[in-house]
């Protein structure tokens, strides 16, 4: 640092349960995954097809009525529920696969818009809001692929990989993202 000032931080304590965190994904066969780690269950599959945050909520309520796997109590997960099951040992540029357990069914987008030879895979909505302010008209999601975010190099635009797989952003809720 500037000056030869060493940086400190704070330290938190933990004890307890050194397991917490590590998944333990259990195929129902019935087209859900429970994660005997948290106590959740998922469904094995993504919805198929990108929506807003909007139509994403009214796409599980859908779901809900239909009694979707034997279930109606589904919901768009927290932002700590998505992120706890992201596996960063998996990655576009690691394994050419989204960066989640394999056990779960992603689907990977087939664009020639992207210029990348690995597969792109989409981003994920959470129930999280930002509460107040500026970006109160956003929610979270993860991105379980590239998080692709347009740069401006000396007037040229570059679509790259701006986060990398794994990490949480923000968006509009409703209309068009892009």
């Known amino acids: 640092m500037p000056g ?21 994904f259990v195929d129902n066969t019935d087209g859900t ?3 005997n780690a948290t106590g959740l269950m998922w469904s094995k599959a993504d919805s198929g097809t990108g929506m807003n945050w909007e139509d994403a909520l009214a796409w599980v309520q859908v779901k809900n009525i239909e009694n979707y796997l034997g279930n109606d109590d589904w919901r768009l997960p927290n932002i700590k ?17 989204a960066a989640i357990d394999p056990i ?17 895979y989409g981003y994920y909505w959470s129930s999280t809001s930002h509460f107040e302010g500026a970006g109160a008209d956003h929610a979270c ?24 797989a794994g990490c949480q952003r923000s968006d509009p809720k409703s209309g068009d993202p892009t």
């Open 4 to 24: 030869g000032l060493v940086k400190v931080c704070f330290v938190m304590y933990v004890r307890g349960n050194i397991e917490y965190g590590i998944n333990n």
């Open 33 to 35: 995954i429970s994660d």
């Open 81 to 97: 529920e998505l992120q706890s099951i992201v596996n960063y040992s998996r990655a576009p540029d690691i394994t050419d696969s």
């Open 104 to 120: 779960f069914e992603t689907t990977e987008l087939t664009t020639d818009d992207f210029p990348y030879d690995n597969g792109i």
């Open 141 to 164: 999601y993860i991105a379980f692929g590239e998080a692709l975010g347009y740069m401006n190099y000396g007037g040229e635009i570059v679509l790259q990989d701006v986060h990398g």
